[in-house]
């Protein structure tokens, strides 16, 4: 039954569309760098991930050994070579087994960059660089620890391939970290260089436009990892209108507490709710709108008008709430970094 499982659990994720196996980590990675940067790091977090890390531990382990069936003892020592395959061919397929190992990796370099002390808060980027370095290596070391294993017991090939992806995951998991510290050093930083100081300065002034934009790529993002998990399982309108559910839910969300940082109680979220949806049902009868006409109008493919069709509607949202939905808002006061 275990080995059912994890068969059915490897066809389903080595089977996902690229759009949803590149975008599902994004949303990730963007979502821990968001937590990084606006909440303190607690010693009930880092328990956390101190516990899930071995969990991701146990899941490589299966991944790579446990399940495996014997295989003839081979090794290939050369680097990237389903990157060359990929672009002499023109064929993402050739890059999809390398992509899977980088995103087997990514979790791991999360967990154990997050189960880790802050040594110097003064200094976040330093703190964070000391981080995301001993992630990278011990994804380094477990992947090169599982190839080696696999050659010596013939269990599988031993592939440069895959011990450079399982590393370049582990450091894109540890990833959101650095970007955290790095920002904020950016916004603590005290140039000495009038120019320098302005732009920090203007910065940490105009922080709230910084963090809608952030927001509303994140959102972006979340919609079209629905649509595109959604797609073809459903129809693509059906299929876009449950995406914009799920991201107008979630765009609220995150502009109230991170952007606006609205204050409100009882009815007046229901109010604020209610606007923001309506500014959104807009630019969905728009978006709908478009959709159809790109598709069947226009035959273009579905996926590449979603992404276009969506990347107008998130310049018009943006507009629309800035100068309509949220006009006669004050601007919020910001924390000093």
């Not at 450091?171 to 650095?178: D, R, T, V, Y």
């Not at 916004?187 to 509303?216: C, Q, T």
């Not at 507490?257 to 923001?276: K, Y």
Request: aromatic content about 14%; glycine content about 8%.
């Amino acid at each position: 039954m275990i080995r059912q499982l994890y068969d059915t659990l490897f066809r389903s994720i080595y089977s996902l569309s690229w759009p949803v196996a590149l975008l599902a980590p994004a949303v990730v990675l963007l979502l821990r760098g968001a937590a990084v940067f606006l909440h303190p790091r607690t010693e009930k977090s880092r328990q956390i991930f101190r516990v899930l890390f071995p969990v991701w531990i146990l899941v490589f382990v299966s991944f790579t050994l446990l399940f495996r069936s014997e295989h003839e003892r081979e090794a290939v020592y050369e680097a990237f070579v389903s990157v060359k395959k990929w672009v002499g061919s023109g064929n993402a397929e050739h890059v999809r087994s390398f992509w899977m190992n980088v995103l087997l990796g990514i979790p791991g370099g999360l967990c154990f960059a997050g189960a880790m002390a802050d040594r110097r808060p003064d200094r976040p980027f330093v703190s964070a660089l000391g981080r995301v370095l001993p992630a990278a290596a011990v994804c380094f070391a477990l992947s090169l620890a599982a190839e080696v294993v696999q050659l010596t017991q013939d269990l599988g090939q031993f592939e440069t391939d895959d011990l450079i992806a399982n590393t370049l995951g582990g450091f894109l998991g540890a990833f959101p970290e650095l970007a955290a510290g790095l920002l904020l050093a950016i916004l603590r930083w005290k140039p000495k260089n009038a120019f320098l100081a302005k732009l920090v300065e203007l910065l940490n002034e105009y922080w709230h436009v910084v963090s809608y934009i952030f927001w509303g790529g994140t959102t972006t993002f979340v919609n079209w990892l629905v649509f595109f998990s959604l797609e073809g399982r459903i129809h693509y309108l059906a299929a876009n209108g449950i995406a914009w559910v799920v991201s107008v839910t979630f765009s609220f969300l995150a502009n109230r507490a991170f952007v606006f940082r609205s204050g409100s109680r009882g009815l007046a979220i229901l109010r604020e709710g209610l606007l923001f949806a309506a500014s959104r049902l807009f630019s969905l009868g728009l978006e709908t709108a478009l959709m159809w006409a790109g598709v069947e109008l226009l035959h273009i493919p579905q996926g590449l008008v979603k992404v276009v069709v969506a990347m107008s509607i998130a310049v018009l949202n943006f507009l629309v709430g800035k100068f309509i939905v949220f006009r006669k808002k004050t601007e919020p006061e910001y924390e000093d970094f």
